[in-house]
């Protein structure tokens, strides 16, 4: 495969770099990876700012986590065992692992193949997030979570509607393994990066490493902070753990425009590939329609044409990816910063390049620019606590220092509904998802909302002990007047 720097249309190129540029230094992004393929070739491929501390630019080979891109492999494995007759699409889960369930035994029985491919299984996004913050690094890791799902109730019925959650492609990833009888990471070695020429890519974190992995960071506060001891999640390695450079997932998107082909391999059929991105179950975010979901595909438009697009998310590494097939054009981003609030951001970059791939200019949304405002305004919340809190120590001392004119009638009691919100209400709102099973998953892809919490749920534990000391000693003042 011709690898050779061929620009089809220097002025584009230079126009996506610019783009990327502007917006990497924009979001505060250390450093980054891109590369463009049109028809069967890389056309063009970059690295931006710094591959780690003090370093230089990443280059094409330069490996990085590229999170829940790893679906779409995942489900091309899969498709691959279909086709070789191991695996059926519409037979249950049940099948190739007899020993799963949920908590409801017929949904157990009704779950397919198909719908762990397309997140209509009725698995709730929950289950996925608490699989991403447990670090069992022990053989079998990722079997020990799914028969976890015991006791799990679903979040839809069977079929019944999309919904994303990293514990379909674990569970893929299984009956890889039971109908493939060979391991996840041999069949993927085997079976998508050998025949693609994927040399930089692996499912080992040891093997990157050496390899000249990308260090990876985690925004706090819209700032990133360099995370190099941030733990893998063994057994979510089917839904996002495999690692890539932006040349390698070039090869990949080369097969995805090419009817299957990568040079003299055939990955898959025709029918497979068209299977493979077929838009099956509408894909809703925040009440809005994001297009279809496949297969581990976003399937959507731009400028009219068709539209294929996924993004991962880790807590220190972000991967874009899409494909524009009336084009035959693809695109790969790799980014070494992320945390959950910070994909959109992100993902903006991406859809900018696929924008100006695809002839159309970028359109942000937005609330998109937002988001790093924001996350900023995290560090106001305990020191408008602290400020009202400060308050009502004055307000309850003030009598003895400095009597003064006080606030009656409404005034008073929005001031009082004002103190109350920011030393109770929002506290509560922020601790309550920390006292679930999601807490580990916020504590490692949100660290900044979650410590924030913490601490406004200390200041709020203070001003509740306080309140109730200065109304006691008020009382008591009162009785001894009387």
């Given at each position: 495969m011709d690898h050779s720097p061929h620009l089809a249309n220097n002025a584009l190129c230079d126009a996506i770099d610019a783009t990327v540029a502007q917006q990497l230094r924009r979001r505060r992004v250390p450093g980054a990876a891109l590369a463009i393929v049109e028809g069967q070739?890389?056309?063009?491929?970059?690295?931006?700012?710094?591959?780690?501390?003090?370093?230089?630019?990443?280059t094409p080979q330069t490996p990085f986590y590229i999170g829940s891109l790893t679906k779409s492999m995942t489900a091309l494995?899969?498709?691959?065992?279909?086709?070789?007759?191991r695996i059926e699409l519409d037979a249950p889960v049940r099948r190739y692992l007899p020993w799963f369930r949920v908590a409801d035994a017929q949904a157990s029985d009704l779950m397919t193949v198909r719908h762990l491919l397309n997140q209509t299984s009725g698995l709730p996004t929950s289950a996925g997030e608490v699989c991403l913050a447990d670090f069992d690094d022990r053989p079998g890791a990722a079997e020990r979570q799914a028969r976890a799902l015991a006791s799990l109730r679903l979040a839809r019925p069977v079929g019944a509607a999309f919904e994303y959650s990293n514990a379909n492609y674990n569970l893929l990833g299984l009956i890889?393994?039971?109908?493939?009888?060979?391991?996840?990471?041999?069949?993927?070695?085997?079976?998508?990066f050998a025949p693609l020429e994927m040399r930089h890519s692996?499912?080992?974190?040891?093997?990157?490493?050496?390899?000249?992995?990308?260090?990876?960071?985690?925004?706090?506060?819209?700032?990133?902070?360099a995370a190099p001891d941030i733990p893998v999640a063994h057994g979510s390695l089917a839904a996002g753990m495999i690692l890539s450079c932006v040349e390698d997932v070039a090869h990949y998107l080369i097969a995805m425009l090419n009817d299957g082909r990568y040079g003299d391999a055939q990955l898959l059929s025709t029918a497979g590939l068209a299977e493979l991105h077929h838009g099956a179950a509408e894909f809703k975010a925040y009440g809005l329609s994001?297009?279809?979901?496949?297969?581990?595909?976003?399937?959507?438009?731009?400028g009219g044409q068709?539209?294929?697009?996924?993004?991962?998310?880790?807590?220190?590494?972000?991967?874009?990816?899409?494909?524009?097939?009336?084009?035959?054009r693809g695109v790969v981003l790799l980014c070494n910063a992320d945390n959950h609030w910070m994909s959109p951001v992100l993902t903006d970059i991406g859809t900018s390049v696929t924008a100006l791939l695809a002839g159309e200019q970028p359109a942000a949304l937005p609330f998109v620019g937002l988001i790093p405002w924001l996350l900023r305004g995290l560090l106001l919340l305990p020191l408008l606590q602290a400020g009202g809190l400060a308050a009502t120590v004055w307000r309850a001392l003030r009598p003895r220092l400095s009597p003064g004119p006080r606030l009656t009638g409404p005034a008073r009691w929005g001031l009082a509904a004002l103190r109350s919100?920011?030393?109770?209400?929002?506290?509560?709102?922020?601790?309550?998802?920390?006292?679930?099973?999601?807490?580990?998953?916020?504590r490692l892809y949100m660290?900044?909302?979650?410590?924030?919490?913490?601490?406004?749920?200390?200041?709020?534990?203070?001003?509740?002990?306080?309140?109730?000391?200065?109304?006691?000693?008020?009382?008591?003042?009162?009785?001894?007047?009387?």
């Open positions: 070739r890389i056309v063009h491929a970059r690295g931006f700012g710094q591959a780690r501390p003090g370093g230089g630019p990443p494995a899969v498709m691959q065992l279909v086709e070789a007759g890889i393994e039971a109908a493939g009888d060979q391991s996840y990471a041999s069949a993927i070695e085997s079976h998508i692996t499912t080992d974190p040891a093997a990157a490493e050496r390899d000249g992995l990308a260090a990876g960071y985690r925004y706090w506060f819209a700032r990133p902070r994001l297009g279809r979901y496949g297969m581990g595909w976003n399937v959507t438009a731009i068709k539209l294929l697009w996924h993004s991962g998310i880790l807590p220190h590494f972000f991967a874009y990816m899409a494909l524009l097939p009336e084009q035959r919100s920011l030393l109770y209400l929002l506290p509560a709102l922020a601790l309550k998802p920390l006292l679930g099973q999601r807490r580990g998953y916020l660290p900044d909302y979650y410590w924030s919490a913490i601490l406004c749920g200390g200041l709020a534990a203070v001003g509740g002990l306080s309140h109730a000391g200065l109304a006691l000693r008020a009382h008591r003042r009162r009785r001894n007047h009387g």
